[in-house]
């Protein structure tokens, strides 16, 4: 099994920032893409930024030039920086990462982690 362990949310006010971190443990041979969703009340979850293993980017065009997605691989850990915030930008932020358990099989299962709450707000 993998757990996906996130921190760094909370309350700002717009224009601040914030960096979330998501760190993955567990039976991992190698991740793949991992990345950030996120959900506001009401609406669907929707992709937010994601980073594959060789280091491309992909961002939803609403974060795109505020928000900065890294990771470290060798800590297994994706983070995002959230800078210039608006009150659209709340909504609970969850990691998700696709990864390998086994060196006898190439299956990619997809993990997420159990959201942060990222509150946008005077």
């Known amino acids: 099994q993998v757990q996906l362990v996130e921190s760094g949310g909370g309350l700002v006010q717009p224009g601040g920032s914030l960096r979330l971190s998501c760190a993955a443990s567990?039976?991992?041979?190698?991740?793949?893409?991992m990345g950030w969703y996120r959900q506001a009340p009401g609406k669907q979850r929707e992709l937010v930024a994601v980073i594959i293993s060789g280091g491309s980017t992909n961002y939803a065009d609403s974060v795109k030039g505020r928000f900065t997605i890294s990771r470290d691989n060798a800590k297994n850990t994706v983070y995002l920086q959230m800078n210039s915030l608006k009150p659209e930008d709340t909504a609970v932020y969850y990691c998700?990462?696709?990864?390998?358990?086994?060196?006898?099989?190439?299956?990619?299962?997809?993990?997420w982690g159990q959201g942060t709450q990222v509150t946008v707000s005077s």
């Open positions: 567990g039976s991992i041979f190698s991740i793949y893409g």
């Open positions: 998700n990462a696709n990864v390998r358990t086994s060196t006898m099989t190439p299956t990619i299962t997809s993990y």
